[in-house]
């Protein structure tokens, strides 16, 4: 299968997936999570695979989320072969997969390149990555998986601090809130990612995929939100008050939101 947002391979037990759009920060669009998709299938069907990395060209971003400029640009994420923007089900993907899935991130994790790590089962950072969602700055939010779902791993407080603040955050820091494992050298992380890629490939896989089976059922429920939050993206992004946060970012201005707000 050939790629063109995306990289796969297979190096011994592990697939390693990566975003592959340095050029606008590893920022996803509608192509590249449909290419997302097909390559956890892949990494699904094939024996060999004990486990799935997922990480971003370059040495700046690991995913910077929704590309806000092709947004600015046609109001969408762009063509795909569907015909769909399929991040709900890429999320979905991630987390039913019965195999760990290993976030190495490399850079910048920011919108819905953040929760993409989130949903991952671990998450090992350079010590240069810096994490953070950024939805209510460019006209976006992921109030499904991606604000639920922070919730249970970084507890209430510091997820609201972090969707409505839309801070960054070091990779200490991240390490700190228990948003990642490890946090190793950047030039370290590839090499770290592959050795927990080894060492959880000599354990059971039955095993393993009934235990990730089981961390999943607690928040499956949230698979739920996800879809209605999908829906609300679509309208939301389309609304005036979206297309000003997109047009915003693209012209490298401050958003001026409150006089699209139509509501008490
Ligand atoms: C990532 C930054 C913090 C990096 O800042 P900095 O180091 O100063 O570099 P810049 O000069 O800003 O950026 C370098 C270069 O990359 C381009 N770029 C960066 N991010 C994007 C992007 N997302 N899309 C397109 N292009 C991008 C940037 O324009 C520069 O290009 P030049 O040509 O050199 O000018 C900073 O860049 C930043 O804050 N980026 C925006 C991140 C962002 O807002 N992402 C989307 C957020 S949406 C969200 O938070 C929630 C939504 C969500 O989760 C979701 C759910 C379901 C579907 C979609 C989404 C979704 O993500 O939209």
Redesign the pocket.
């Known amino acids: 299968m050939t790629f063109e947002d995306i990289t796969y391979a297979v190096e011994d037990s592990a697939a390693v997936i990566t975003i592959n759009r340095p050029?606008?920060?590893n920022?996803f669009r509608a192509k590249t999570v449909e290419e997302l998709i097909k390559a956890f299938r892949l990494a699904w069907a094939d024996k060999q695979v004990q486990s799935v990395i997922l990480t971003g060209a370059g040495e700046?971003?690991f995913c910077?989320?929704?590309?806000?400029?092709?947004?600015a640009e046609t109001g969408d994420?762009g063509p795909s072969e569907s015909g769909m923007?399929e991040?709900?089900n890429l999320h979905k993907l991630i987390r039913d997969i019965p195999k760990p899935v290993i976030a190495a991130v490399n850079g910048?994790a920011?919108?819905?390149?953040?929760?993409l790590h989130v949903l991952c089962d671990v998450s090992l950072a350079s010590e240069t990555a810096?994490f953070?969602?950024?939805?209510p700055?460019?006209g976006?939010?992921?109030a499904g998986f991606?604000s639920a779902y922070l919730a249970r791993v970084v507890g209430e407080k510091k997820a609201r601090e972090i969707w409505f603040w839309c801070r960054?955050y070091d990779a200490q820091e991240a390490l700190g809130m228990g948003l990642v494992n490890k946090v190793v050298p950047a030039d370290q992380l590839l090499k770290e990612a592959k050795e927990w890629a080894a060492e959880v490939a000599e354990k059971s896989p039955t095993a393993i995929r009934f235990l990730k089976q089981s961390f999943n059922a607690d928040t499956d429920h949230q698979a739920g939100y996800s879809n209605m939050a999908?829906t609300a993206?679509d309208l939301f992004?389309a609304s005036p008050e979206g297309l000003e946060g997109a047009s915003a970012?693209?012209e490298?201005r401050k958003p001026d939101f409150n006089q699209h707000v139509n509501w008490h």
């Not at 910077?64 to 947004?71: A, F, N, S, Y």
């Not at 920011?110 to 929760?115: D, E, L, Q, T």
């Not at 953070?132 to 939805?135: C, D, F, I, R, V």
């Open positions: 050029e606008r920060y920022a700046k971003a910077t989320g929704g590309d806000v400029k092709q947004r994420y923007f991040i709900g910048v920011v919108g819905g390149g953040h929760v810096r953070g969602q950024a939805g700055k460019v976006s939010f992921d991606g960054m999908m993206l992004t970012f693209a490298k």
